[in-house]
Every structure is written in structure tokens, then in C-alpha cells.
């Protein structure tokens, strides 16, 4: 397949980290820069998702399993990226001792963490004036999956 994801680094892969987020969040979605980054950055763990050895997607895991910053580019979507992206970023939760993970996410990216099993746990609210809600997931011995031969993998 040519979709991979792997662990990333903030200050080494900080170009593509940002590079992807500056274009979905502040330039496509409105999102105040000074919203998009926080102290968070450096202590968190990010990933990057790949197609065709080009970065096309990004999230992250910080403290208390909370999973965020998820963005893959216009071009990018509808190749399972993001998909491939939340199954790494839980399955590296798990390894790591957490049980459980949750986010915040758009209310109209629901149907798509619904998919990967999690559940609206939360009222919605609003974060840089787009409506979320919370959403958890209770981590299993297996990663969520889209069906059997993605867990295969």
C-alpha cells in the first residue's frame, strides 16, 4: 500500500507537522494561529501519515490519552489516511499502557471516529468557533479497524 504512518519528532519533522496543519486548520478551516499552536507541541507525540513517501496527514497523542490536531490535506482525503492515522496513533497509545483515548472532535467529522469505534461522550461546544463534541474509546488488545484485513496488517 502506499499509505504509511510513523512516529514523528517535533523538532526534527516540525516543517511537515506544521506545513499540513497551517493549510487544513488556519488556512481552509479559519483556525487563529495562536489557537493552532499551544504548549503542547514539544511534549506531545505526533505522527505523519505518508502516500507516496509525501506527508499528507498529521495528529498527535498528549497527556491522558488525549488524541488531536488530526488533519490530512484536501488533495489527500478519501485515501484512508485518516483512518490508517487514528488506527497508529491508538494502537501506539495501547502499547504505551493507555486504556483509554479520547478527542474533540468537528461535529461533522462524527460519522468518521463513530466508524473507528468511538463514542460521543460529551455536549457539543465550540473551539475556534467550530462545533465539537467529546468522543472516547476504550483501547481493546486490537487497534480499531475499518475491517479484518486492516487488523491483519
Known sequence: MSLFVRLADWQTD?????????KVFVEEQNVPEDLEWDEHEESAQH????????????GRLTGGGKIGRMAILKD???LG??????NRICKFARVSGQKN??????VQAIPFYEKAGFAVTGEEFMEADIPHVRMDLTLSEKEPCENA????R
Open 14 to 22: 516540525r516543517e511537515a507537522i506544521r506545513g499540513i496543519r497551517q
Open 47 to 58: 505522527f505523519l501519515v505518508y502516500h507516496h513517501n509525501k506527508p499528507i496527514g498529521t
Open 76 to 78: 489527500a482525503r478519501g
Open 81 to 86: 489516511a485518516g483512518l490508517e492515522l487514528l
Open 101 to 106: 483515548v479520547y478527542l474533540n472532535a468537528q
Open 149 to 152: 484485513d486492516d487488523c491483519n
